[in-house]
């Protein structure tokens, strides 16, 4: 029997070719042209799970995109793994700010440049292939269960409401997640927490029509420069969030939480060089490490209205428009949250104008135990690949969807991601390099032969 380095090294290319099949499927969730490519891209999932070995595969028809569901049970009195995973990416604009398409995987510098090449059709990928090593060789040390969604990048609708319904068909002793990061590419570390999110969107309308920003220009109020107003009293001086309520939840972590989340490996420097800034900017009090993992904040997505046109016109818009996202931590509650906000930004807008606010989605923080069996089979995994003890950290990304398994399902996960800051995930350019692959299918291989050692007792 080939080990896991050899077997990799024999089908490097077939990994990179099935790969390169999933990324040129174009499944950018939130883009309705793309219904289509949805399917295409579960369908493909489904045959990489039957190709590895699975022995029953489906494609869950949801009210949203469809949920392919695998597993392989070789005991039933053998532990259970449960791997997660989106096959939904972002959309790729700006389009021309790419150095290749993004849906035509190129390896250039030991990496694959494409959208989803990390997040998360290359971390998902990792799965299929340390699953179908061991199901190849009849060394699968544990009962192994698959769902991969379509719906992540968009807020896990159709997927939260699923595992309500299929709680049974899902039960297992862990999940198993990577689509979160690494401190560096010979640092590996484990996600132990994740921010929550609310998300919502703001309409400001001041007179019924567009106007002749001359003819009324004085007299009407302009709903962007008021809109860009209201924005701005949203954060005070010391870079606090005003909305009132928003920290009441928040539980702080205590002095010695602080200072060993702040001993993860951290370059200040390399941080603002990587980003081509100057100062940073954030809470009064807190360090870049704290401010991202265990600090809620508010920012704007995006802003528009008015004209944006070629050349100038004189008007004053009717409406103007801002997505708002807010990053939350562990004990606050992403609908109350969103109510706060609402009431908040009501209040705060002048007689001279409507505003409208509208809640697109929002999840709840998620915080892992770093002492459970599945952590350890884990951190002893990374260890062996990387030769290096993991680093526990707190993540201010969101996967809303970990808590509601917590909650639905009553079932931990363990958040092994193997990506990278410079992954540039959701950007332009994203990429994923191949060691990364190589070691993180390396690495879940160790995962579960560990997990059933340690699980046996
Ligand atoms: N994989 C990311 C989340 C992530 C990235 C967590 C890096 C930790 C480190 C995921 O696909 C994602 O982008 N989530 C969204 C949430 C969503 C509700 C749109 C996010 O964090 O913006
Ligand atoms: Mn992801
Ligand atoms: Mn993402």
């Known amino acids: 029997m080939q080990d896991i380095k050899q077997f990799i090294e024999t089908n490097r290319q077939r990994f990179l070719d099935e790969l390169f099949g999933l990324i040129r499927i174009p499944s950018i969730s939130s ?66 700010l790419w150095n290749s398409q993004p849906f035509e995987p190129e390896i250039r510098d030991g990496k694959i440049f494409a959208r989803g090449a990390d997040d998360d059709k290359g971390q998902s990928f990792i799965h299929a292939k340390a699953f179908e090593y061991l199901a190849q060789n009849n060394t699968l040390p544990c009962n192994v269960k698959f769902m991969i969604e379509g719906e992540e990048e968009i807020g896990s609708a159709a997927l939260a409401a699923w595992c309500v319904e299929k709680k049974e068909m899902l039960s297992a002793d862990v999940i198993l997640v990577s689509d979160t990061m690494m401190v560096g590419p010979d640092t590996p570390s484990i996600t132990c927490g994740l921010r929550g999110i609310a998300y919502l969107e703001v309409e400001v309308t001041g007179a019924s029509r567009d106007l002749h920003s001359g003819i009324f220009g004085g007299a009407v109020a ?32 205590s002095e010695a939480g ?9 370059d200040l420097n390399k941080y603002r060089q990587s980003l081509d800034i100057n100062e940073l900017c954030g809470e009064d009090g807190y360090t870049t490490l704290e401010r991202t993992g265990i600090r809620p904040t508010l920012d704007v997505c995006g802003i528009w209205g008015g004209y944006t046109g070629e050349g100038a016109k004189t008007v004053i818009p009717s409406k103007a428009y801002a ?8 004990n606050q509650d992403h609908e109350k949250i969103a109510r706060l906000f609402t009431e908040h930004f009501l209040s705060i807008a002048p007689d001279c104008v409507k505003v409208k606010v509208t809640n697109l989605h929002g999840g709840q923080a998620y915080v892992s135990p770093t002492d459970s069996t599945a952590f350890r089979a884990a951190a002893k995994a990374l260890e062996t690949v990387f ?31 193997f990506g990278l800051d410079s992954d540039a995930i959701h950007s332009p350019n994203e990429n994923f390099p191949l060691s ?15 997990f059933a050692r340690m699980m046996k007792g």
Do not use: C
């Open 387 to 417: 030769g290096k003890r993991p680093i526990p950290v707190y993540s201010g990304g969101s996967i809303p969807i970990i808590a509601t398994f917590e909650r639905v399902l009553g079932i931990k996960s363990i958040l092994m991601g």
């Open 258 to 266: 602080r200072a060993e989340l702040n001993k993860a490996p951290f």
């Open 323 to 330: 997505k708002i996202s807010m990053r939350l931590v562990a």
């Open 31 to 96: 883009e309705e042209k793309h219904k289509p490519d949805m399917v295409k891209a579960a369908d493909y999932w489904a045959q990489l799970l039957l190709k590895a070995g699975a022995d029953k595969v489906e494609l869950m028809p949801t009210t949203g995109n469809p949920i392919v569901y695998g597993e392989k049970i070789i005991n039933p009195g053998l532990p259970v793994v449960l791997v997660y995973g989106h096959y939904d990416v972002m959309p790729v604009d700006p389009v021309d």
């Open 436 to 450: 990364s692959l190589f070691n993180g299918i390396e690495t879940v291989v160790h995962f579960y032969e560990n």
């Open 222 to 253: 302009n709903p962007i420069n008021i809109l860009a107003q209201m924005i701005a009293s949203l954060h005070d001086a010391k870079g606090r969030v005003t909305v009132k309520g928003f920290y009441d939840d928040v539980t702080a972590l």
